[in-house]
């Protein structure tokens, strides 16, 4: 079975001799695991490979052959642990410690030159793990080391008995790590021969009954190797051939249901009709792809190791956008940029699985609908191929969307997380004020569009993003340059680039801006028109992640909570990290609305805080803040400790909360960043306040001064009593400007959410 490919057939044959009372040895496991790594179950692999590991500490190492006929030697279970959780976290993207699960794996590999002896030889072992490091190496940019694995594994001697199958693999291999690189006349000319043993495949499907459930020598080496040869035939610009490679995948009717691998087929299918001047078939192509990525929650790349390189989904939303506004459907380049940062945040939180809070909703009920969503979501990815029929492919597709449609009826909000969604342009036009304008800025390449939108139009603006990221670099380091007007030429600039092309389109002096990629890292306050003039002295500024974002978020809650609590200079154990006015600026803040409650010190701890969860209108923090590029859900709001617990708000904490807060002030150092996604929603503490029920945050873009901080958010508290929260912000910061001119005072302030 194992040889035949038959996994689900292997899993349920080991699974019934467990259940009969047989010893769950090295060798049960091993080939239950092996089962459990090709059908990309994840969840039972782990606890498998953890129970092998057990064994093998015990000294179990040995994996018998299950046909003792054909049989004599035991094969090692050492190299085989090894393989499996490399191949596993090369699919979830943690290419480091892949290549130390691979280079642990090579290191137990026998140095025995037998091939049919044991049941996993040395060189199918070998011929299993390299390219895997290979492909690993060049995900993590360690290029050098790619290509010390790469030389390693075209060194794999081939062993005298069955030659023919060893060939195949190291072909397969080989095609596969080339692609990794980028090494496409290689790839293509190893892919090729590898065509060529089709015919010894054939052979033993007839012999082994690969083919007896559906799933054959074709289904699950030859498309891969098909999509492969097509990518690298696109690469070289082979056109036709590239044409017909994909064009076979495509007719293929188990494409479908082979996840990752049918979208980057159409995806690279769409690149061609481009190449070939075929827009509408190339804007057909790549809507079929984002159909088919929408239709996964999982981020989990399960192709990466079968074909040597990760799709890049965000690539796809972008080439559709650009085309559609060279086309002139600007409504429906819009829907799609509202859908890529849907996109992205379903794939950043992930992680979080099941732990979301919802308003009114039963947690426990929560949990299990989210648990039978990623259950649908893997089944609709037909991860059991081996067994599945189009009927029961199409089953899994309808179970999916049905635990999709009662997560958005049940609650809509938490959709917005773990679906693809977007709220269409005519309902946001509805949603922006009369006195507004949204602008939504959507990167790609060295293309920039601005899509302008208010209650009676959407235009879109392409503008030029030639070198933007320095000049918004610039900007940043020459703002921190206290004594100077340096940042005047790049604020300059900027705006000639990203406001002046839109300016007269904007009708409003308020505008939401929803910005992209390091334009999240921009303080839009401090642009210079050309006349000199800021933007902070014309226009009242509020930010969003999404405009998607307008339809949830939440009017103001009925009266009776507690006015404001004031969190400031939390004891973190280190006076190195004290803030000097914070203490008094958490005072000076809650005694301007009486009824406060203030938190200072040790009391500033997260107990102390989550105790309070839903209970107060606003919540002021004066305090430190983290954030985290490498892992945007542990940023967060250091705290003080207490109890023994740790002292971070974390951002992923958040999802988990339910605040129900007017407005949260985070006077902290660079509270306002976060993580931009490939896609470009940004996952950091805004998104996650926005989640726990704020309808307003106020963040920073860089550490700020705290005497000035003090001054501008103790005058913005003020302004609240007599106007809204946009024009609040902007007076604060003119007021702030009189004592202390530079932008790094006062710019780095931003009102995100609602602006009433």
């Not at 089962?35 to 015990?58: A, E, H, M, N, V």
């Not at 921190?480 to 009708?507: C, F, H, K, T």
């Not at 405009?547 to 280190?574: N, T």
């Not at 005694?591 to 107060?616: D, Q, Y």
Request: glycine share 8%.
């Amino acid at each position: 079975m194992e040889q035949a490919g038959r996994y689900q057939d292997l899993r349920d044959y080991i699974q019934r001799r467990l259940a009969a009372g047989a010893e769950a040895d090295a060798t049960a496991l091993s080939y239950l695991c092996l089962s459990y790594g090709r059908l990309k179950q994840y969840g039972p692999l782990f606890d498998c490979l953890t129970k092998l590991d057990q064994r093998i500490r015990q000294g179990d190492t040995g994996i018998r052959p299950l046909n003792t006929l054909r049989y004599n030697a035991a094969g090692d279970a050492r190299p085989l642990l090894g393989a499996l959780r490399a191949d596993a976290l090369v699919d979830f993207g943690t290419y480091r410690e892949a290549i130390a699960e691979g280079q642990r794996a090579l290191a137990a590999v026998p140095k025995s030159s037998f091939s049919y002896s044991p049941p996993f030889p040395p060189v199918k072992l070998k011929l299993a793990i390299l390219p895997t490091m290979v492909i690993a190496a060049a995900q993590a940019g360690d290029l050098e080391q790619a290509k010390q694995f790469l030389e390693t594994l075209e060194n794999v001697e081939m062993p005298f008995g069955g030659s023919g199958m060893w060939e195949t693999l190291k072909s397969n291999g080989l095609g596969r790590a080339y692609m990794a690189l980028g090494q496409y006349d290689k790839a293509i000319a190893e892919l090729g021969a590898f065509r060529r043993s089709t015919i010894t495949g054939g052979l033993a499907d007839v012999l082994r009954g690969w083919g007896a459930k559906g799933d054959s020598f074709n289904t699950i080496y030859e498309l891969p190797r098909r999509l492969m040869l097509g990518k690298a035939l696109v690469e070289t610009g082979k056109i036709e051939d590239a044409k017909a490679a994909l064009d076979e995948v495509l007719g293929s009717p188990r494409a479908k249901d082979m996840g990752d691998l049918y979208w980057m087929t159409l995806f690279e299918r769409g690149r061609l009709a481009k190449l070939e001047n075929d827009r509408p078939a190339a804007i057909r192509y790549w809507e079929q792809a984002i159909d088919v990525i929408e239709k996964q929650r999982s981020t989990i790349n399960t192709e990466a190791s079968k074909i040597g390189f990760v799709g890049d989904k965000q690539a796809v939303y972008g080439r559709l956008i650009g085309l559609l506004v060279d086309q002139g459907r600007a409504a429906e380049a819009f829907g799609y940029v509202e859908r890529s940062k849907s996109r992205a945040l379903v794939d950043m939180l992930a992680a979080k699985k099941d732990d979301f809070a919802v308003a009114g909703a039963d947690r426990e009920k929560t949990k299990q609908a989210l648990a039978q969503l990623d259950a649908a979501d893997l089944a609709a990815q037909g991860q059991d191929q081996t067994a599945q029929t189009e009927e029961t492919a199409l089953s899994g597709v309808r179970n999916l969307a049905l635990m999709r449609t009662q997560i958005q009826q049940a609650a809509p909000e938490l959709a917005t997380l773990v679906t693809v969604s977007a709220v269409p342009s005519d309902e946001l036009k509805s949603l922006v004020g009369a006195d507004e304008t949204l602008i939504e800025y959507y990167g790609q390449g060295k293309d920039l569009f601005a899509f302008v939108l208010d209650r009676q139009k959407l235009q879109a603006v392409k503008l030029d993003a030639d070198g933007l990221e320095q000049r918004v670099r610039d900007l940043r380091t020459t703002i921190q340059q206290v004594d100077g007007n340096a940042w005047r030429v790049p604020a300059q600039a900027l705006y000639a680039e990203l406001w002046q092309p839109v300016a007269s389109q904007i009708m409003t002096t308020k505008v939401i801006l929803v910005p992209h990629g390091a334009l999240h890292y921009l303080p839009f306050a401090a642009l210079v028109a050309s006349d000199g003039g800021l933007l902070a002295d014309r226009y009242a500024l509020r930010f969003l992640p999404s405009a998607s974002v307008l339809k949830f978020l939440r009017a103001a809650s009925p009266s009776g909570r507690a006015p404001l609590l004031a969190i400031g200079d939390p004891d973190l154990g280190d006076p190195r990290y004290d803030l000097r006015f914070a203490a008094e600026e958490a005072k000076n803040v809650a005694s301007i609305f009486p009824g406060s409650r203030v938190l200072l010190r040790k009391e500033a701890s997260k107990s102390n805080f989550k105790t309070t969860e839903g209970t107060f209108a606003r919540i002021h923090f004066a305090t430190h803040g983290e954030f985290n590029a490498d892992q945007p859900l542990a940023s967060g709001l250091h705290l003080a400790k207490d109890g023994g617990g740790d002292d971070m708000l974390t951002v992923g904490e958040l999802y988990s909360m339910n605040l129900n807060a007017d407005l949260v002030t985070l006077s902290a150092c660079e509270t306002g960043l976060g993580k931009v996604a490939n896609g470009d929603d940004v996952v950091g503490l805004t998104r996650g306040f926005f989640y726990a029920g704020a309808r307003s945050i106020v963040a920073s873009l860089w550490s700020v001064d705290d005497k000035a901080t003090a001054m501008l958010m103790e005058t913005f508290y003020r302004n609240l009593a007599t106007m809204d929260k946009e024009e609040a912000l902007r007076r604060a910061q003119v007021t702030t400007r009189a004592s202390f001119p530079q932008p790094f005072f006062w710019a780095a302030f931003q009102l995100t959410g609602r602006g009433d």
